[in-house]
Protein backbone atom coordinates (compact mmCIF):
# COMPACT_ATOMS: atom_id res chain seq x y z
CA UNK A 1 0.00 0.00 0.00
CA UNK A 2 1.19 3.65 -0.85
CA UNK A 3 -0.21 6.99 -0.77
CA UNK A 4 0.14 9.43 1.56
CA UNK A 5 -3.73 9.91 1.72
CA UNK A 6 -4.21 6.35 2.25
CA UNK A 7 -6.31 6.60 5.69
CA UNK A 8 -6.33 2.98 6.46
CA UNK A 9 -5.83 1.58 10.10
CA UNK A 10 -4.59 -2.33 10.65
CA UNK A 11 -5.64 -2.97 14.35
CA UNK A 12 -2.98 -4.91 16.10
CA UNK A 13 -4.66 -6.81 19.34
CA UNK A 14 -3.81 -10.53 19.62
CA UNK A 15 -7.41 -11.18 20.52
CA UNK A 16 -8.00 -9.79 16.41
CA UNK A 17 -5.28 -11.94 15.45
CA UNK A 18 -6.82 -14.83 17.33
CA UNK A 19 -10.44 -14.26 15.68
CA UNK A 20 -9.74 -13.63 12.61
CA UNK A 21 -7.40 -16.78 12.14
CA UNK A 22 -10.65 -19.06 12.82
CA UNK A 23 -12.57 -17.21 10.52
CA UNK A 24 -9.66 -17.69 7.32
CA UNK A 25 -10.19 -21.84 8.94
CA UNK A 26 -11.76 -23.81 6.37
CA UNK A 27 -13.04 -25.98 8.76
CA UNK A 28 -14.71 -23.51 10.75
CA UNK A 29 -18.66 -23.93 10.99
CA UNK A 30 -20.84 -21.27 10.15
CA UNK A 31 -22.19 -21.07 14.42
CA UNK A 32 -18.45 -20.32 14.80
CA UNK A 33 -17.95 -18.20 12.31
CA UNK A 34 -20.77 -15.84 13.30
CA UNK A 35 -19.69 -15.54 16.56
CA UNK A 36 -16.25 -14.14 15.15
CA UNK A 37 -17.77 -12.29 13.39
CA UNK A 38 -19.55 -10.57 16.07
CA UNK A 39 -16.77 -10.34 18.41
CA UNK A 40 -14.30 -8.61 15.91
CA UNK A 41 -16.70 -6.17 14.94
CA UNK A 42 -17.21 -5.24 18.30
CA UNK A 43 -13.16 -4.68 19.12
CA UNK A 44 -13.32 -2.84 15.29
CA UNK A 45 -16.29 -0.59 16.68
CA UNK A 46 -14.91 0.30 19.52
CA UNK A 47 -11.76 1.41 18.20
CA UNK A 48 -12.98 2.93 15.27
CA UNK A 49 -15.51 5.22 17.32
CA UNK A 50 -12.65 6.60 20.02
CA UNK A 51 -13.24 10.35 18.48
CA UNK A 52 -16.83 10.31 18.58
CA UNK A 53 -18.01 13.58 19.82
CA UNK A 54 -19.72 14.23 23.45
CA UNK A 55 -21.71 16.77 25.27
CA UNK A 56 -22.53 17.18 28.63
CA UNK A 57 -25.22 15.53 30.67
CA UNK A 58 -26.53 16.30 34.43
CA UNK A 59 -26.48 13.35 36.16
CA UNK A 60 -27.63 12.71 39.68
CA UNK A 61 -26.25 9.77 41.04
CA UNK A 62 -27.11 8.41 44.35
CA UNK A 63 -24.71 10.87 45.95
CA UNK A 64 -24.05 14.02 44.43
CA UNK A 65 -25.24 15.50 40.95
CA UNK A 66 -22.67 15.86 38.19
CA UNK A 67 -21.70 16.65 34.82
CA UNK A 68 -21.54 13.67 32.72
CA UNK A 69 -21.55 12.91 29.24
CA UNK A 70 -23.58 11.81 26.28
CA UNK A 71 -23.29 11.18 22.51
CA UNK A 72 -23.71 14.32 20.48
CA UNK A 73 -24.20 12.88 17.22
CA UNK A 74 -26.83 10.74 15.03
CA UNK A 75 -25.10 7.73 14.03
CA UNK A 76 -26.02 5.75 11.45
CA UNK A 77 -24.69 1.94 10.85
CA UNK A 78 -24.97 0.74 7.44
CA UNK A 79 -24.55 -2.74 7.47
CA UNK A 80 -24.48 -4.24 3.54
CA UNK A 81 -26.32 -7.09 2.92
CA UNK A 82 -25.58 -9.69 3.23
CA UNK A 83 -22.71 -10.07 5.01
CA UNK A 84 -22.49 -6.86 7.10
CA UNK A 85 -25.82 -7.71 8.37
CA UNK A 86 -23.43 -10.11 10.32
CA UNK A 87 -21.71 -7.27 12.34
CA UNK A 88 -24.84 -4.75 12.99
CA UNK A 89 -26.14 -6.46 16.38
CA UNK A 90 -23.21 -6.33 18.41
CA UNK A 91 -22.21 -2.77 17.13
CA UNK A 92 -26.35 -2.01 18.38
CA UNK A 93 -25.16 -2.83 21.54
CA UNK A 94 -22.72 -0.70 22.12
CA UNK A 95 -24.25 2.60 20.07
CA UNK A 96 -28.10 1.04 20.85
CA UNK A 97 -29.12 4.75 20.01
CA UNK A 98 -28.03 4.29 16.13
CA UNK A 99 -29.80 4.31 13.67
CA UNK A 100 -29.27 1.49 10.77
CA UNK A 101 -29.79 1.61 7.31
CA UNK A 102 -29.17 -1.44 5.01
CA UNK A 103 -28.07 -1.43 1.75
CA UNK A 104 -28.54 -4.35 -0.58
CA UNK A 105 -25.22 -4.59 -2.90
CA UNK A 106 -23.99 -8.11 -4.85
CA UNK A 107 -20.88 -8.42 -6.93
CA UNK A 108 -21.55 -9.23 -10.25
CA UNK A 109 -19.38 -12.26 -10.46
CA UNK A 110 -18.76 -11.98 -14.11
CA UNK A 111 -17.32 -8.21 -13.88
CA UNK A 112 -16.65 -8.02 -10.27
CA UNK A 113 -18.68 -4.78 -10.01
CA UNK A 114 -21.17 -4.21 -7.52
CA UNK A 115 -25.15 -3.97 -7.77
CA UNK A 116 -27.61 -2.17 -6.08
CA UNK A 117 -30.72 -4.05 -5.22
CA UNK A 118 -31.75 -2.15 -1.69
CA UNK A 119 -31.98 1.24 -0.93
CA UNK A 120 -34.11 3.27 1.86
CA UNK A 121 -31.78 5.93 2.45
CA UNK A 122 -34.06 8.92 2.96
CA UNK A 123 -33.53 12.05 0.96
CA UNK A 124 -33.25 14.37 3.64
CA UNK A 125 -31.99 14.49 6.94
CA UNK A 126 -28.26 13.06 7.19
CA UNK A 127 -26.98 11.42 9.73
CA UNK A 128 -24.20 12.85 11.23
CA UNK A 129 -21.66 9.81 11.39
CA UNK A 130 -21.70 6.80 9.38
CA UNK A 131 -20.24 3.60 9.85
CA UNK A 132 -20.07 1.56 7.15
CA UNK A 133 -20.26 -2.32 7.81
CA UNK A 134 -19.00 -5.07 5.79
CA UNK A 135 -16.61 -8.43 6.83
CA UNK A 136 -14.66 -7.78 3.17
CA UNK A 137 -13.09 -5.00 1.07
CA UNK A 138 -12.22 -6.52 -1.85
CA UNK A 139 -11.89 -4.55 -4.77
CA UNK A 140 -13.34 -1.74 -3.07
CA UNK A 141 -16.32 -1.62 -5.59
CA UNK A 142 -19.43 -2.00 -3.18
CA UNK A 143 -17.44 -0.28 -0.17
CA UNK A 144 -17.47 2.91 -2.87
CA UNK A 145 -21.06 2.13 -3.97
CA UNK A 146 -22.29 2.61 -0.30
CA UNK A 147 -20.13 5.68 0.18
CA UNK A 148 -21.44 7.65 -2.69
CA UNK A 149 -25.02 7.09 -1.36
CA UNK A 150 -24.52 8.40 2.05
CA UNK A 151 -22.22 11.14 0.22
CA UNK A 152 -25.59 11.85 -1.79
CA UNK A 153 -27.50 11.73 1.38
CA UNK A 154 -25.50 14.53 2.97
CA UNK A 155 -23.77 12.54 5.57
CA UNK A 156 -20.68 14.46 6.74
CA UNK A 157 -18.49 12.22 8.27
CA UNK A 158 -17.94 8.33 6.71
CA UNK A 159 -15.81 5.57 8.43
CA UNK A 160 -15.86 2.13 6.64
CA UNK A 161 -15.03 -1.26 9.08
CA UNK A 162 -14.10 -4.23 7.42
CA UNK A 163 -12.69 -7.63 8.80
CA UNK A 164 -10.37 -8.05 6.05
CA UNK A 165 -9.20 -5.92 3.51
CA UNK A 166 -7.31 -6.44 0.27
CA UNK A 167 -4.45 -3.23 -0.31
CA UNK A 168 -6.13 -2.96 -3.71
CA UNK A 169 -9.77 -2.22 -1.53
CA UNK A 170 -8.14 0.20 0.42
CA UNK A 171 -6.02 1.97 -1.98
CA UNK A 172 -9.42 2.40 -4.26
CA UNK A 173 -11.73 4.02 -0.99
CA UNK A 174 -8.65 6.31 0.02
CA UNK A 175 -8.56 7.12 -3.62
CA UNK A 176 -12.54 7.81 -4.55
CA UNK A 177 -12.85 9.08 -0.51
CA UNK A 178 -10.21 10.47 1.11
CA UNK A 179 -11.61 11.72 3.66
CA UNK A 180 -13.29 8.96 4.60
CA UNK A 181 -10.61 5.88 7.36
CA UNK A 182 -11.08 2.64 7.10
CA UNK A 183 -10.60 0.44 9.75
CA UNK A 184 -9.76 -3.17 9.53
CA UNK A 185 -8.86 -6.08 11.48
CA UNK A 186 -6.02 -7.44 8.94
CA UNK A 187 -4.67 -6.55 5.36
CA UNK A 188 -4.31 -9.40 3.48
CA UNK A 189 -1.57 -9.97 0.35
CA UNK A 190 -3.52 -9.49 -2.91
CA UNK A 191 -6.82 -10.22 -4.51
CA UNK A 192 -6.36 -12.89 -7.47
CA UNK A 193 -7.12 -13.26 -11.00
CA UNK A 194 -10.91 -13.60 -9.87
CA UNK A 195 -11.04 -10.33 -7.28
CA UNK A 196 -11.14 -13.03 -4.11
CA UNK A 197 -9.07 -11.68 -1.79
CA UNK A 198 -5.94 -14.19 -0.61
CA UNK A 199 -5.37 -15.57 1.80
CA UNK A 200 -8.95 -14.51 2.54
CA UNK A 201 -11.66 -16.55 4.32
CA UNK A 202 -13.40 -17.31 1.55
CA UNK A 203 -17.16 -15.48 1.09
CA UNK A 204 -18.13 -14.38 4.41
CA UNK A 205 -21.76 -14.10 3.32
CA UNK A 206 -22.34 -17.83 2.17
CA UNK A 207 -19.90 -18.54 5.06
CA UNK A 208 -22.18 -16.66 7.78
CA UNK A 209 -25.63 -18.10 6.20
CA UNK A 210 -24.22 -21.33 5.49
CA UNK A 211 -25.26 -20.92 2.04
CA UNK A 212 -21.85 -22.18 0.72
CA UNK A 213 -22.11 -24.47 -2.43
C1 LIG B 1 -18.91 -9.60 -0.89
C2 LIG B 1 -18.53 -8.85 0.38
C3 LIG B 1 -18.58 -7.40 -0.05
C4 LIG B 1 -18.09 -7.49 -1.47
C5 LIG B 1 -16.64 -7.11 -1.48
O1 LIG B 1 -20.27 -9.57 -1.06
O2 LIG B 1 -19.36 -9.12 1.47
O3 LIG B 1 -19.88 -6.85 -0.01
O4 LIG B 1 -18.26 -8.85 -1.92
O5 LIG B 1 -16.16 -7.04 -2.76
P1 LIG B 1 -15.72 -5.68 -3.44
O6 LIG B 1 -14.90 -4.92 -2.44
O7 LIG B 1 -14.92 -6.17 -4.61
O8 LIG B 1 -16.94 -4.93 -3.86
P2 LIG B 1 -21.03 -10.53 -2.11
O9 LIG B 1 -21.12 -9.88 -3.45
O10 LIG B 1 -20.40 -11.88 -2.09
O11 LIG B 1 -22.50 -10.58 -1.54
P3 LIG B 1 -23.07 -11.30 -0.22
O12 LIG B 1 -22.63 -10.50 0.98
O13 LIG B 1 -24.53 -11.28 -0.43
O14 LIG B 1 -22.50 -12.71 -0.18
Known amino acids: MSGETVKASEVQHPLMRHHVSRLRDVATQPEEFRS ?40 ALVPILRAGLGMVEPILDLIPSSEVWHLGLYRDEATAQPVEYYSKLPESEPSD ?3 VLDPMLATG ?73
Not at 48 to 58: F, I, K, R, S, V
Request: aromatic share 4%; hydrophobic share 45%; with cysteine.
Open 129 to 131: VAL
Open 141 to 213: GSACAALSALQRWGVERCQVLSIIAAPEGIEEVSRLFPDVSIHVCAIDEQLNANKFIVPGLGDAGDRIFNTQR
Open 36 to 75: CVRRLAELLAYEATQDLALEPLEVTTPLTAMTGSKLAQRI
